[in-house]
Nanobody, 126 residues
């Protein structure tokens, strides 16, 4: 079983930056594709960014391209989401997720992911 724990959420003013971290424990994690999703109040959970286990392929939602960056740590059980030039519409609970099946590609649908963290709140004020 894989357990994921997010950290780094908080409050920031528009234009500011935050970095989220996701630490995984449990079974072999380094071969999993990792993703970040977010869910705003009253809305569905949506894909934000994803990275393959080698780090060779990444994918981003159009709404965050050129502002957010996903990366894997030197220790493969860590995944980061660097969020720059943040906007109030980035306010949401952010979830880290692991996909054990699509090692060579980034899936964007939440049902493709097998393990989820508990989420961390990000609030961007105008």
């Amino acid at each position: 079983q894989v357990q994921l724990v997010e950290s780094g959420g908080g409050s920031v003013q528009a234009g500011g930056s935050l970095r989220l971290s996701c630490a995984a424990t449990g079974r072999t994690f380094s071969s999993y594709t990792m993703g970040w999703f977010r869910q705003a109040p009253g809305k569905e959970r949506v894909f934000v960014a994803g990275i393959t286990w080698t780090g060779g392929s990444t994918s981003y939602a159009d709404s965050v391209k050129c502002r957010f960056n996903i990366s894997r740590g030197n220790v493969k059980n860590l995944v980061y989401l660097q969020m720059n030039s943040q906007k109030p519409e980035d306010t949401a609970v952010y979830y880290c997720a692991a996909d054990r099946n699509h090692m060579g590609a980034v899936a964007t649908a939440s049902h493709e992911y097998d393990y989820w963290g508990q989420g961390t709140q990000v609030t961007v004020s105008s």
